[in-house]
């Protein structure tokens, strides 16, 4: 019975009972626990840092590797400026050069911009070939909204472009033939600049989300999208809007020298983006430019850029 109460409680010097020390063991699981989670949480917030280290690190290696040249401009007008100076620059280091050339409503200012460098004799294109991204099928050449008669309105009748070097897709007659007909002219002649808009979906040409990146020269049905945004041209009204077109492919477009892509307003912000961003995706088809070996300027207004 001592031995028993020797196990439960010890005397002090006084005599007075003191209970016995509790084992330690306890104490010592849950302090080896708790280092045991820390460590768990200190390799875990070390590994993200280390991650999200890394794709920074790739993130910065892709911009200094990068062949894109992003310019953001205060407005539409300083684009136009902008990305007409660059292609004079190109004509006249090569007063040969052959010009991919793109309609809609964003390159009317660089076009402008172009005739008055024309008008005051800082450059030339009697020896320039111009090979136009697309044409709508099933409307006249003559239509009031033919790309044909867009180039000749809006820069063809104001310089000095021989006619025979002008080249444009032919949307009417037989279609197979016209297609063919042109994909040989591009591999006949190379294309030194392409010059390009941009959908609001990401469109390039009329290359719409889904189109393989090594497609030439095609017909295409236009998206209900694309036919939404160009209405606007056909007085609003969508059922004037042709279906289909006839467009340089991605590959086409892709094998240019040097590529110009001037883009304005906040609906282009997206695709804009992504192309930034590095991302190659066959839905936003102008994520192709990241493929590109060649140089790529990027020439857009503030509201295009609101999102990088």
Do not use: W
Not at 103 to 127: A, D, M
Not at 275 to 288: E, Q, S, V
């Amino acid at each position: 019975m001592k031995e028993q109460d020797k196990e439960l409680s010890e005397l002090n010097e006084n005599g007075k009972e003191i209970p016995l020390k509790q084992d330690n063991s306890e104490k010592v699981q849950d302090k080896n626990k708790f280092f045991s989670f820390s460590k768990i949480l200190l390799f875990i917030v070390v590994g993200a840092i280390l991650i999200f280290g890394i794709i920074y690190i790739i993130k910065i290696y892709k911009k200094m590797n990068s062949k894109i040249e992003l310019i953001i401009t205060e407005n539409y007008d300083e684009m136009s400026k902008k990305a007409a100076d660059i292609i004079a620059d190109i004509i006249k280091k090569n007063p040969n050069a052959h010009l991919g050339l793109a309609t809609g409503g964003t390159p009317i200012g660089l076009y402008k911009e172009l005739i008055n460098k024309y008008q005051n004799k800082e450059i030339s294109f009697k020896n320039i070939k111009t090979f136009n991204l697309d044409e709508y099928c099933d409307i006249p050449i003559d239509h009031k909204q033919s790309y044909y008669t867009y180039m000749q309105n809006n820069l063809f009748s104001h310089i000095d472009i021989d006619p025979k070097n002008t080249f444009i897709p032919k949307g009417e007659g037989d279609i197979l033939k016209n297609i063919q007909e042109y994909e040989k002219l591009l591999e006949k002649y190379k294309i030194n600049m392409q010059l390009l808009g941009i959908g609001s979906n990401g469109h390039i040409g009329f290359n719409e989300p889904g189109t393989k990146f090594d497609m030439g020269v095609h017909q295409v049905l236009l998206t209900q999208n694309t036919i939404k945004d160009n209405a606007r041209f056909f007085d609003d009204d969508i059922d004037q809007v042709p279906k289909k077109a006839i467009t340089m492919g991605i590959k086409n477009i892709i094998d240019a020298e040097c590529i110009i892509l001037v883009a304005n307003g906040e609906n282009k912000a997206d695709a804009i983006k992504s192309i930034m961003d590095g991302k190659i995706d066959i839905n936003i088809p102008a994520t192709a430019l990241n493929t590109h070996k060649g140089k790529v300027y990027i020439i857009i207004d503030k509201k295009a850029a609101c999102k990088l």
